[in-house]
Structure formats: structure tokens, C-alpha cells
């Protein structure tokens, strides 16, 4: 049955979309860029979607997340815009993952790549995680009032600051250049413990995307 007659999802790497796969063939990769998400989004709603979720991983700014855990987005904000999630989808997930937490979502696009800007986006803004993709699709969904949802799992925690290798961009495929990331190591070799932690929530931020997304199928 699933979350809608026919449901889009925009995400922002390729092994999100491997997930995203399980639960609709309409999926998007915009590679961590709003204008993308936008587009991604604007064509799916043209083409005949009926809704939109936004899926993936996301940073933790609430100081209580850690990696696994999942947000159920409420609302989407940016520096100048705040989108809100339709209910019904939102009440569809709140049923279907009982240990999710609901909240904020702050979605400006750009990485927060350090513990104090973190820290300093939760005390102004209150939203719990920050990701790339859902201010793009929430303002593509906007004009045409169709139904948006946001679901993330964590990876970073709002105490860790990000290092350099974190922060280079996707390819617009979705997937991590791997010669931009090697020579990211060669130039900031102190980065290898900050990364393999990286890595490691990564592995139980994706295993709990296979979950949620078995769960999700069911509903």
C-alpha cells in the first residue's frame, strides 16, 4: 500500500536511493545540492507523483541524537522560509516507527560542519537535524500544495565536528569522488580517526535505513 498512490522520494547519496528503492521506483538523487532537490522534485509532481519524502541521513544539532536514530520531520526552515509537513503523512510514520523523534529540520544546504555552529543552530532555530535535500523539495511541493514528508536517520551527532573529507561535495550522481576524498587524506592525514568514526555511524545509520524501509513498505 505504502505512504501514497504514488510516492516520490529525493535523497541525496546513492545508498539512500538504495533504500528509497523498496519503497517506490520514483526516486531522485541531488547529491547534497537544494537546486537539484528542487528540480528532482518539481519533475516527479509533473509527472504525475502524488506525494514527496525526503530520505536519507541527516547531522544531528539536538545534543541528545545519536547515530540511528530518526527524525520524522514536522517542518522544513531555511534563514527565510518555513515549509510544513503534511499531517497525515507525518502521522503515517509517527504509527509506523514509534521510536522516531519528531521535529524541526533545518535545510539551508550547506554541510554545518562543526560542533559550536551545531550547537549555535539548535539554541537560534530549536530543529533537531540539518539536511542538504528538503528545502528544495518542500519548495517545489509548495506551488502545487502537494503532501510532503521528511524522514532521516542520524549519522553525525551534534557534538562532532566534521573533517575535511566529510565536507567535499558528491558527484551529481549521488556517489562520494573517491580521488577528491584520497587527496583530502593526503593533505589532512590527521583527519583518518574523525573519518573512521564517520564511517562507522554511517554503517548504523544505513543499516537503520534498511529497516525503516522494510517498515515503511508494510504500512
Known sequence: MGLADRLGVICGMEVEARYARCLTSDV???????????????????????????FGV??????????????IGTKVLTYD???TADSALTARLRAALPQA????????????PTAALKADLFE?????????????????????????AVLRVIVDTAQHSLPPAALLPFGENGRPRCLDI??????????????????SSMGKATHKMRNISCIINRI
Not at 30 to 41: E, K, Y
Not at 58 to 71: E, M, T
Request: hydrophobic share 50%; proline share 5%.
Open 28 to 54: 531522485a538523487c541531488a547529491a547534497g545540492q537544494r537546486r537539484l532537490a528542487q528540480h528532482a522534485a518539481t519533475q516527479m509532481l509533473d509527472e504525475g507523483v502524488t506525494a514527496l519524502l525526503s
Open 81 to 83: 522560509a518555513v515549509w
Open 101 to 112: 523523534y519528531d521535529g524541526m529540520i533545518w535545510s539551508e544546504g550547506d554541510i554545518v
Open 124 to 148: 537560534r532555530s530549536a530543529c533537531l537535524a540539518a539536511d542538504q535535500e528538503s528545502a528544495g523539495m518542500a519548495q517545489a511541493a509548495a506551488p502545487m500544495a502537494a503532501p510532503f
Open 58 to 71: 541527516a547531522g544531528a544539532l539536538a545534543p541528545h541524537l545519536k547515530p540511528g536514530d530518526v527524525v
Open 182 to 199: 584520497l587527496g583530502s587524506l593526503i593533505q589532512h592525514p590527521g583527519q583518518i580517526h574523525s573519518l573512521l568514526k564517520i564511517a
